[in-house]
């Protein structure tokens, strides 16, 4: 499968925890995303990559919430201290142009 | 600031009767407009995009849009619903940078 792969695809956390997502790009693609889509909404942006810069980061991401890119391949989301209200699908996505391409998500619950 | 605004949350037509899902956008400029059709437990798969090279637009499975810049409209038709478009659709502008701006969705049901 050469698409977008994000792992875990579910995540059930208690308050307070730290979790950490990892997504995968399409290998070529030199841009990566982050959303984050609440139930009865469409996807948010919360941060944006080129390469192993991280160009911008959305007022949605707390200080709580941190990105990386090391090399420019694979990121990861952390968040740290969850609370309810971080409860949401991630999605990631990447892309060469003005097209992107969207993993799966991955889904946390905050208990 | 740009925004999209997808006018039914959701719509329910009859398995081989034409589909209408409306989306309005506000740009202060031609952005790229998309749409995307999200499949339970599946990825937001791209239908078709719109990047001022023609105003309507044909995607895959038969769905097309058609951009029209005096209405701020990107509607998106396709003639005969099929009982597999039963999806969540969603409107999209980017807004020419590079991150995605999405509307609340529509939820197409098809009945049999």
């Known amino acids: 499968d050469t698409g977008v792969s994000q792992d875990p695809r579910h995540k059930i956390t208690k308050r307070g925890q730290n979790v950490t997502f990892r997504c995968d790009p399409i290998?070529?693609?030199?841009?990566l995303y982050w959303y984050r889509q609440t139930l009865g909404q469409g996807p948010e942006f919360l941060t944006y990559?080129?390469?192993?810069?991280?160009?911008?980061k959305s007022r949605l991401l707390s200080d709580r919430f941190s990105a990386e890119r090391p090399k420019g391949s694979f990121s990861t989301l952390e968040i740290q201290r969850t609370e309810q209200g971080d409860s949401a699908m991630y999605l990631c996505?990447?892309?060469?142009?003005?097209?992107?391409?969207f993993g799966p998500g991955t889904r946390l619950t905050v208990l | 600031a740009q925004s999209v605004t997808q006018l039914d949350s959701h719509v329910s037509v009859s398995e081989g009767t034409p589909v209408l899902l409306r989306c309005n956008y506000s740009?202060?400029?031609?952005?790229?407009l998309f749409w995307y059709v999200q499949h339970p437990n599946k990825g937001l798969q791209l239908l078709l995009k719109?990047?001022?090279?023609?105003?309507l637009v044909k995607g895959i499975n038969g769905f097309e849009a058609e951009f029209k810049k005096s209405e701020t409209s990107f509607h998106l038709t396709k003639p005969s619903a099929h009982m597999s478009d039963a999806a969540e659709y969603f409107c999209?502008?980017?807004?020419?940078?590079?991150?995605?701006?999405f509307g609340t969705g529509t939820r197409l049901k098809v009945l049999a």
């Open positions: 996505a990447s892309s060469l142009s003005d097209v992107s391409f």
């Open positions: 290998s070529e693609h030199n841009r």
């Open positions: 990559f080129q390469n192993e810069a991280q160009l911008e």
């Open positions: 740009s202060s400029y031609s952005p790229s």
């Open positions: 719109y990047t001022s090279a023609a105003t």
């Open positions: 999209v502008c980017s807004p020419g940078t590079y991150k995605y701006i």
